[in-house]
């Protein structure tokens, strides 16, 4: 009988099948050029674009595809069949390494900030070598990057690949003073747990609202929310447990170890959690992954929402990013050692990440934003949107230790009954404090987990972001430890190190509750930012430290940097229109019209009664009078206010504006429109209420 693992991979041209299809010398040729020891010459491009065509064919691949993630948040395609006309005119299935390696879709259609003009359409995409190429619906998709004709990157995987390698270079320099000349590389590690919800998809098809933006613009809580806990880890409605098979399947065949799934907090809501893998790995598989939730439950007539809040008044997605750097030989960087030597490159890099966070909590808000994600960050269910750390008791005091501590990791005149962190830290248990799930960034034993990220995003920017701001603390420490020419007197320095940036970052370190008023105003007396929307945290890519940050190690221009500021604000602009033109026209189809309905029924019943007519009734008809005439004008006053910042030109003023003044008014229209629901039946409106949608899969 044949196990449901199997076809773990099978759709995948993994390093093994490279192994066995390619002969010796071109498969080494390719590890090479992996590593960057080596480049790619035609024959060998050949050899690997004709094994990889025979290998495609055999699983019934009939086209291919440079698959690549532009700036606009997803991923795209186009497809060209292997098919063609030889010299006699017969079909022959051709792929050549030109093919392979190169291709050129239109630019001039996809987001470019000004870097395209509508004119120049020649863009270009690049086989990325460190990511398999896979196999879905019969195409052979080979992951790339997407750059302009002058060599810009129009795409978020061309940063994220350079930033990988600044970190590399950055943490084998470290870990090479610090004593480990044997380390070689260094990849950062990333595990992103992907939180979604699942509704029917009847219900979502009759509404607007979840079609167009992948929210409700309205709708009144259901009698029942979340309050019971009753949904959180709780057994797995079989329409549930059926689509999540068919997830695990399409996964594992795509060599994507899904390794956990459960109920999540609110009705309806699910996560689901790999194993982790290398970054630009496992950002390529969470795009695979959305897509797979999302398509798989059109086939179990279900509907995936990703967005990160799209009900009220119960807790909304994200997708944990959790982050850590491992060196060629399998060490965690952010795990104690069993040596005291280990120790103190284990503190040096937890050290390196607080100064890295404190210095630029700006642009990690940013790089964890969107315009969904407004919704999430600083309710009571998500990280706050000022940048904390939360360490753990046990780490802190050992931090706490060597900040009082003016000695040395050697000092002679320590008594045996010392506390001394550099040899204790050998006993650090995973699990060495509780977990602060109101800390947009916790240190979790070997790991730091960055919360904030939305659930609907691409996880590539966070992670550019990451490693680039950590590869600049770790080469800072660097410079400082290089020309010492005694390796203890390299370690004793990395403590004071430490004990400087303990003392300069130490306001970034909180272990309290985010989401109390307490910390707000803590944070504020500390002097951390606050930054409220998403479209504010925009500024920080035109700021000459981020500009320098990402230019000096060369994972962004300035120019390309200038133009993701657009992208993102021009993003915003049009994202938040779509949901003022989807409330208005639904205001206008299917509230007014049902409240108009509702209020002649009451009118006629009133007139039949005559004197003996209820005081219920006349109740009713006057709030329902009221109501239509507070809904037509606060309908009045969110067009007139959105068509006035239609006209304004600058991306981030008219963002600004969205922010500040259409969203009161969209939140001010709901609750009028949440009002009516509480008081009308289902012969009068006709939209899926939350108690039809949230508790529909028990």
């Given amino acids: 009988m044949k196990t449901p693992y199997e076809d773990f991979g099978s759709m995948v041209f993994s390093e093994r099948e490279m192994e066995e299809r390619l002969p010796r010398p071109v498969y080494q040729s390719w590890k090479r050029t992996v590593v960057n020891e080596g480049t ?7 050899a690997i674009a004709h094994a990889m065509k025979l290998w495609a064919i055999e699983k019934g691949a009939t086209h291919f595809t440079h698959w690549f993630q532009p700036l606009t948040g997803s991923t795209a395609e186009k497809h060209d069949t292997f098919l063609e006309p030889d010299s006699s005119g017969q079909p022959i299935a051709r792929f050549s390494g030109k093919m392979l390696i190169k291709g050129e879709p239109d630019a001039s259609s996809f987001p470019s900030g000004g870097l395209r003009a509508t004119f120049e359409a020649r863009g270009y995409t690049y086989w990325d070598l460190t990511s398999p190429a896979f196999i879905r619906d019969n195409v052979l998709c080979i992951p790339t990057i997407f750059v302009s004709y002058n060599g810009e990157a129009l795409d978020r995987k061309d940063p994220l690949l350079k930033s990988i390698k600044a970190i590399n270079d950055a943490s084998v320099r470290l870990v090479n003073l610090l004593g480990d000349k044997d380390v070689k590389t260094c990849h950062p590690s990333v595990g992103l747990e992907q939180e979604y919800f699942l509704i029917d998809r009847a219900y979502f098809d009759r509404r607007i609202d979840l079609r167009l933006t992948g929210r409700t613009l309205f709708g009144s809580s259901a009698p029942k929310r979340q309050e019971l806990d009753d949904h959180y880890f709780g057994s797995i409605p079989g329409r549930v447990a059926a689509f999540m098979k068919d997830v695990n399947e399409e996964l594992w065949k795509l060599g994507i170890y899904a390794k956990t799934e459960h109920n999540e907090v609110a009705p309806g809501q699910f996560e689901l959690a790999p194993v982790f893998s290398e970054a630009n790995i496992a950002v390529d598989q969470n795009q695979l992954t959305m897509d797979i939730l999302r398509k798989t439950a059109e086939k179990h007539g279900l509907a995936c929402l990703l967005h990160e809040k799209p009900f009220d008044g119960i807790n909304g997605s994200g997708k944990h990013n959790n982050y850590s750097i491992v060196t060629n030989d399998g060490q965690n960087l952010f795990s104690p050692g069993d040596k005291p030597a280990e120790n103190i490159r284990f503190l040096t890099f937890i050290c390196a990440f607080i100064k890295a966070v404190d210095t630029y909590p700006t642009l990690l808000r940013l790089s964890a934003s969107c315009t969904g994600n407004d919704h999430r960050l600083g309710a009571n269910e998500a990280p706050p949107a000022i ?10 005091s050992i931090l706490y230790s060597i900040y009082q501590d003016n000695g040395s990791a050697s ?3 320590r008594s045996k009954g010392d506390f001394n962190p550099i040899t204790n830290l050998s006993y650090v248990p995973h699990d060495n404090s509780d977990r602060n799930r109101t800390s947009p960034v916790a240190f979790t034993g070997n790991k730091f987990e960055f919360r904030m990220v939305g659930s609907s995003m691409s996880a590539a920017f966070p992670n550019t ?12 420490i660097s410079s400082q430890l290089e020309g010492i020419k005694y390796i203890q ?14 003392h300069d970052h130490k306001r970034i370190l909180f272990s309290g509750d985010g989401y109390s008023d307490e910390w707000a105003k803590e944070a504020k007396r500390r002097g951390l930012p606050s930054v409220r929307s998403f479209i504010e945290s925009t500024r920080i890519l035109d700021d000459p430290k981020v500009v320098e940050l990402f230019t000096s190690l060369g994972v962004y221009s300035q120019v390309e940097l200038s133009a993701n500021r657009r992208i993102l604000e021009e993003l915003y602009i049009k994202k938040m229109g779509i949901e003022v033109r989807t409330m208005l026209q639904m205001t206008r189809k299917d509230v007014l019209p049902a409240m108009v309905a509702q209020l002649k029924f009451c009118s006629e019943a009133a007139n039949a009664a005559g004197k003996v007519c209820p005081a219920y009734l006349k109740n009713l008809q006057k ?20 068509e006035a910042i239609d006209t304004v030109t600058n991306p981030y003023a008219a963002g600004l504006e969205m922010y500040t003044k259409i969203n009161p008014k969209m939140d001010a229209l709901r609750r009028l429109i949440d009002k009516f629901e509480t008081i009308t039946t289902p012969d009068f409106y006709h939209l899926p209420l939350y108690e039809d949608m949230l508790f529909s899969l028990q």
Avoid at 40 to 46: E, I, Q, W
Avoid at 631 to 637: I, N, P, Q, S
């Fill in 623 to 642: 709030s329902l009078s009221t109501l239509i005439d507070s809904v037509d004008e606060a309908y009045k006053d969110l067009e007139t206010t959105y």
């Fill in 387 to 396: 940048i904390s750390i939360y360490l753990g008791s046990y780490i802190d």
């Fill in 40 to 46: 790619l010459d035609r024959v060998t491009a050949d």
């Fill in 411 to 413: 000092d002679p005149s």
């Fill in 465 to 476: 972001v990451l490693n680039s701001i950590m590869a600049e603390s770790l080469n800072e």
């Fill in 489 to 502: 007197d390299i370690r004793d320095k990395a403590l004071q190190i430490c004990r400087q940036i303990i």
